[in-house]
């Protein structure tokens, strides 16, 4: 029953925003509704987390501890998000960059997006999950394009066509999965459900199935910003308004890899060798690599905490790659804290650029001047995201790098420099950003920035402590992705 | 074996003497198309004839290899069209070549023309030669490629027995022929110097090709020469025949079965030559610079050809 | 060769046919054209899957072929037609790499394509397990043509003829998918070229063309 109002509750959201228009208060219904999207996903996480997995609906949704979890985070940083974008939109239509007719499409896109991540998350049908993957790109490549400048457009073009592209290939690795099931399962609906499949994963034939973990991967490993694919992702993030370049690091990458960590479960049991592993840790680190010297070289703030996002991307594929209990522990954890901090962080960058009415670095002075909260968000989200203890992103990173040091020890000096990299970069230009000589007023209103302690609260909370219940949570979960 | 050298005989010379009809009927189509009062069908012949009782004139530069071109154009259509079967299948000069070796003949003829062409050292005749150059350049591989794909349905490259594989078939759909058709027939076309690569009645020196080439030749030469161009054109016809519609060919030894043959590729022709000349009606002339798209495309159809075969029939 | 039952043969036939329209797609300068050839493009996908639904009774095969004939042959051309009319952009365009260029490289794809479907399709029960290579080929084709197209609305209609390639290899693989995912399919289809509708209205205002190469700001300096 709660995942029926969970599913439902986005969707009237959605139909109901687009109905009734924007009106004054709209951004407090759009609020309302993920505020109880999230009691429904808490009240799902309190049942799962007493009675264990369950099947809803003919078996057509399935949840587990390991995307229970997953909704959880959903739902809270759609919420959390809900109350930036509140003010922040605000703002933006003042600035005269939003109109009614483009804040009614926010809102209403926004609700459908959410929607449609959860319906990808809990759903067992793999066809669904794809048709749930597309139906959130699509609900986002109008929120890209939202400001209509020339930019953004192409960098909405750019998602559609470079993320259709992908998903047409996650559509084709579905087909395959599907032929290899329907000998073993007989035709019909059930033989892409994903419990059964995980059920007769040893018999499915080995070598459709490493076919299809490569379309799969290629395809679902283009929305989570993999290199060499990823290059829609900086231009997404940069050009969409803030609360939408939050959820889309925030979220959306997440769900997009959750989609090749189901198939990677089904994948591994029929092939019984760890060539999907070896395949995701050669992505992971690529990505790693790859977007920590181009962080070096961005100028544009949104821009580089996007790379920053494949990065963190890319070391969570790298980690789930490797494939030990701890490591998925490790992928978990690291998955939750980016999400948190990356949106936190997109949270203070958004006031900080609307503030200054420039996204370049350069032309961002003084923050901890001009607003103290604001300043200090930036810094301690920098600070946490570079992986510095007590941040609950430095247990994770850490917990990464050992296991790699251990067992494969070749990709240890790429990671370690990668990440020297990119901490060098962000923190050399995050640090004039807020302590640099400004001359700017003060800022006239007070930002929203209960969501930036709030999110980075809880992970310096989980960096100290991680409370023994769901720490055991994230053993089962990390037990179900084959520890 | 003594039958197999008089069927020979007697097909290449019906070849040759049937050569100039099949042309005047392409004519007569076409002017019956166009509206226009319609020349006889015997018109080639008359024109032939014509040619034969003139003087020959021959430029001073001209070597031995010019006035020697003609004879070897025509001879090496003559034996092309040995080579073909038309009406019956047990040829005996067959074996002597394979489909390979006739591409290899048509080439010979081809190169001896172009060297003709230059040898006068007009500028008409080195820009005839050249494009006539790039376009057989471009059709080889491509006629080539459609034999492969006929040759792989027969596993052989004699055409005798490719023919006799086609035309004891049960009837099926061979999606790889009916593509190698639809090239073969564009190849045809280009080989032929019919519209759209070229036009066979225009001296205007921005298009012509073929035309260009054989400028400076007059009287018993330029006769030669038309009746060879005539020739080919029947060859060609009789090969798509063979390969594609073989039915009603006389099979190794069946004599009973020549007329009715005889009476089968007469008709396939005729229709066949009333399709050529509709085709050249409602098609416009292509610019140089298309012709190697339209060859390209001849190429790709025969390549799908040959790999459908390999995935659909294999 | 056994001989094929003759509505299997159409089915090869047709498979052919879907090959040949993509190489057509490939070298098409005309946008009309275009669309034309996308239209019969998904008539041949739809009449190849009624034959496999009625010479195999899988009946949720009709439904596949009724959807594919409504959206892909009658209500997206005919929207494309609209757009390309309103938007008046049916000149010759050049493509970015030569046709016959890019001919032959399709020529490889089809190739590698050929060579990849062979395990799979002949592990498959499927009577048209032989035309996944053509299936495979076919998407490969739009891939291709979505790379070498600067201009808006062809690389929308790549990117639709590569759903064509994918629902064909559902259908010759495994007698297509559950019907429920062929629905979502088909509506996250149909959303999405709304979207570009929408989307292309908003470059044409804001470009003054679809031209893509006025897109090319967004580039890593």
């Known amino acids: ?483 | 074996m003594s039958a197999g050298i008089l069927l020979q005989v007697a097909q290449t010379l019906l070849a040759i003497l049937l050569a100039p009809l099949l042309m005047g009927w392409v004519n007569q189509c076409r002017a019956w198309l166009q509206g226009r009062s319609a020349p006889p069908i015997t018109q080639p012949y008359r024109s032939l004839r014509k040619l034969f009782h003139k003087d020959a004139v021959i430029a001073h530069t001209a070597s031995p290899l010019f006035r020697f071109a003609p004879y070897m154009k025509f001879a090496c259509m003559a034996l092309a069209a040995g080579i073909v079967p038309t009406i019956a299948n047990d040829l005996s000069f067959s074996p002597a070549a394979d489909v390979i070796a006739l591409v290899g003949i048509f080439a010979l003829a081809r190169v001896f023309l172009a060297l003709a062409a230059m040898d006068i050292g007009t500028p008409f005749g080195t820009l005839g030669a050249r494009r006539d150059m790039l376009v057989s350049f471009l059709a080889e591989p491509a006629l080539l490629m459609v034999f492969f794909t006929a040759s792989l349905i027969s596993q052989s490259t004699e055409l005798p027995i490719i023919v006799a594989t086609l035309a004891h078939k049960a009837f099926a759909i061979h999606p790889s022929l009916a593509f190698a058709a639809v090239a073969f027939w564009m190849i045809s076309v280009a080989e032929n110097a019919r519209i759209p690569v070229d036009n066979p009645s225009t001296h205007l020196e921005l298009t012509m090709i073929h035309e260009a080439m054989i400028l400076e030749y007059s009287a018993r030469h330029l006769a030669l020469i038309e009746w060879a161009g005539a020739l080919k054109l029947f060859t060609y016809s009789a090969l798509g025949i063979a390969l594609f519609l073989p039915w009603g060919i006389a099979l190794q030894g069946d004599i009973a079965a020549l007329p009715l043959a005889l009476a089968a590729i007469v008709a396939k022709l005729a229709v066949g030559g009333a399709a050529l000349s509709f085709m050249e009606v409602v098609s416009a002339k292509v610019r140089l610079f298309r012709v190697p798209e339209f060859l390209g495309t001849a190429f790709l159809l025969a390549v799908l050809g040959m790999l459908i075969h390999f995935l659909l029939e294999g | ?221």
């Open chain 1, 1 to 483: 029953m709660e995942l029926f109002w969970l599913l439902g509750i986005p969707l009237t959201g959605g139909i109901f925003l687009a109905l009734w228009g924007y009106r004054r208060n709209a951004p407090e219904i759009n609020a309302l509704f993920s505020l109880l999207t999230l009691a429904m996903a808490a009240l799902l996480t309190v049942r799962i987390v007493e009675a264990g997995p369950m099947m809803v609906g003919n078996g057509w949704f399935f949840i587990d501890s390991f995307n229970v979890f997953l909704v959880a985070l959903t739902a809270f940083v759609a919420f959390t998000t809900a109350l930036f974008s509140r003010p922040y939109m605000r703002i933006e239509q003042e600035h005269g960059r939003l109109n009614a007719t483009r804040l009614r499409l926010y809102h209403s896109s926004y609700q459908i997006f959410i929607g449609a991540m959860l319906l990808a998350l809990t759903t067992n049908n793999m066809g669904i999950l794809w048709v749930a993957m597309e139906a959130a790109t699509l609900a986002t490549v109008l929120l890209v394009s939202l400001y209509r400048t020339p930019a953004s457009l192409e960098a909405a073009w750019k998602y559609f066509i470079l993320c259709g592209v992908g998903i047409a290939l996650a559509l084709f690795g579905t087909i395959l999965l599907y032929f290899a099931a329907e000998k073993v399962l007989g035709s019909g609906g059930n033989a892409l459900l994903w419990t059964h499949l995980n059920g007769v994963k040893a018999q499915l034939e080995p070598t459709v199935l490493s076919l299809a973990f490569v379309f799969l991967l290629v395809g679902y490993g283009t929305k989570v910003g993999l290199a060499p694919l990823h290059s829609w992702l900086p231009d997404a993030h940069a050009e969409g308004p803030t609360p939408v370049s939050a959820v889309l690091s925030g979220l959306l990458l997440n769900v997009a890899l959750y989609a090749v960590m189901r198939s990677k479960v089904l994948v591994d049991g029929a092939l019984g060798n760890d060539m999907a592993g070896t395949l995701m840790m050669g992505f992971g680190l690529l990505s790693v690599v790859l977007a920590a010297f181009l962080i070096v070289r961005q100028t544009d703030v949104k821009r580089m905490f996007a790379y920053s996002s494949i990065e963190h991307m890319g070391l969570i594929t790298f980690a789930f790659g490797m494939g030990g209990a701890v490591t998925n522990f490790a992928g978990l954890l690291h998955m939750t804290m980016h999400s948190l901090t990356k949106s936190a962080i997109f949270f203070a960058v958004g006031h900080a650029t609307q503030k200054t009415g420039t996204q370049l670095m350069d032309d961002i002075r003084g923050l901890i001047k001009t607003n103290p909260t604001l300043g200090w968000g930036l810094m301690l989200g920098t600070v946490a995201i570079l992986g510095m203890p007590p941040f609950g992103v430095f247990a994770s990173e850490f917990l990464i790098i050992t296991t790699a040091m251990h067992e494969h020890p070749w990709a240890t000096p790429f990671l370690l420099l990668a990440l020297g990299v990119a901490f060098a970069a962000i923190f050399g230009k995050v640090q004039p950003m807020v302590f640099g000589e400004t001359e700017l007023p003060k800022l006239p209103y007070q930002p929203a920035q209960t969501p930036v302690f709030l999110h980075l609260g809880l992970v310096l909370m989980l960096g100290l402590f991680i409370p023994p219940y769901l720490a055991a949570w994230y053993r089962q979960a990390a037990h179900l992705l084959g520890g």
């Open chain 3, 1 to 221: 060769m056994t001989a094929l039952a003759y509505h299997l043969q159409i089915v090869n036939l047709l498979a052919a046919l879907l090959l040949l329209i993509s190489f057509a797609m490939l070298s098409q300068r005309r946008v009309v054209g275009l669309v034309t050839l996308f239209a019969w493009q998904g008539a041949a996908l739809a009449l190849s899957t009624a034959i496999v639904a009625w010479s195999t009774g899988q009946h949720h095969l009709y439904y596949s072929a009724a959807m594919t004939l409504g959206l892909k042959v009658i209500a997206m051309p005919w929207y494309f037609y609209h757009l390309v009319k309103k938007l008046n952009v049916n000149r010759v365009v050049e493509p970015m790499i030569n046709i016959p260029t890019t001919m032959l490289i399709g020529i490889v794809l089809v190739i590698f394509a050929f060579n990849l479907a062979l395990p799979i399709s002949e592990m498959s029960g499927t009577v048209t397990r032989s035309t996944l290579g053509i299936a495979m080929a076919c998407v490969l084709l739009a891939f291709l043509m979505m790379i070498t197209r600067t201009k808006a609305i062809p690389q929308v209609i790549g990117f639709l003829s590569m759903e064509n390639g994918l629902f064909f290899a559902a259908t010759s693989a495994t007698y297509g998918m559950p019907l429920v995912v062929e629905l979502g399919v088909a509506l996250d289809v149909l959303v999405g070229v709304f979207v570009l509708g929408i989307f292309i209205f908003q470059i044409r205002e804001t470009f003054d063309s679809l031209d893509l190469k006025h897109m090319e700001k967004l580039k890593e300096k």
